[in-house]
T-cell receptor, first 114, second 116 residues
Framework: NAGVTQTPKFRVLKTGQSMTLLCAQDMNHEYMYWYRQDPGMGLRLIHYSVGEGTTAKGEVPDGYNVSRLKKQNFLLGLESAAPSQTSVYFC?????????????FGPGTRLTVT | AQTVTQSQPEMSVQEAETVTLSCTYDTSESDYYLFWYKQPPSRQMILVIRQEAYKQQNATENRFSVNFQKAAKSFSLKISDSQLGDAAMYFCAYRSFPNTGNQFYFGTGTSLTVIP
């Protein structure tokens, strides 16, 4: 049982390049999330999904797109990277069930945009 | 909108001593969950403890316990017999129940240093 995994763990991009971050979970969770974490800012929600084929904007969605074609995967795309997107990105998943109500996090992806 | 406030950006504790991290939240809902997450230097977010609002008994997990004051909307984390491995960033989080799946609300974190 791997929990939540993220690919890649590190990436360096040049301004204007694009990339996709992949998140996968094997807990059959309905809900998945993408956060970014910057020093002193805590976690900020970028986009989230409440089920396969559905996505919604969070607090800081500009410059990012997401897709959830399969229940277990949640992709985060940067179409034209900017230095302001330098951050650590976390994927998380959760269930609507009381028994498993907390969020489970991936290990994070450190992205640097130069 | 719900807000979660951690008013202590940094805390320190001597090894083997006890420390309490503070968290307050704002909500008009009656059923919700509160969580404390630990983020060590490895960056991995680890669930430390959770509290259901409908339970009056404070949650405990080994050396970690909470003081949940529902009326005061306060949710503090007590770490007893602090160990070097407890050094980390700690985040308080809130989630209402039921929830359409969207949002957890996180505080901005408290950085805990453990002094040998």
């Amino acid at each position: 049982n791997a929990g939540v995994t993220q690919t890649p763990k590190f990436r360096v991009l040049k301004t204007g390049q694009s990339m996709t971050l992949l998140c996968a979970q094997d807990m059959n969770h309905e809900y998945m999330y993408w956060y970014r974490q910057d020093p002193g800012m805590g976690l900020r929600l970028i986009h989230y999904s409440v089920g396969e084929g559905t996505t919604a904007k969070g607090e800081v969605p500009d410059g990012y797109n997401v897709s959830r074609l399969k229940k277990q995967n949640f992709l985060l795309g940067l179409e034209s990277a900017a230095p302001s997107q330098t951050s650590v990105y976390f994927c998380a998943s959760s269930s609507p069930s009381r028994a498993s109500y907390e969020q489970y996090f991936g290990p994070g992806t450190r992205l640097t945009v130069t | 909108a719900q807000t979660v406030t951690q008013s202590q950006p940094e805390m320190s504790v001597q090894e083997a001593e006890t420390v309490t991290l503070s968290c307050t939240y704002d909500t008009s809902e009656s059923d919700y969950y509160l969580f404390w997450y630990k983020q060590p230097p490895s960056r991995q977010m680890i669930l430390v403890i959770r509290q259901e609002a409908y339970k009056q008994q404070n949650a405990t997990e080994n050396r970690f316990s909470v003081n949940f004051q529902k009326a005061a909307k306060s949710f503090s984390l007590k770490i007893s017999d602090s160990q070097l491995g407890d050094a980390a960033m700690y985040f308080c989080a809130y989630r209402s129940f039921p929830n359409t799946g969207n949002q957890f609300y996180f505080g901005t974190g408290t950085s805990l240093t453990v002094i040998p």
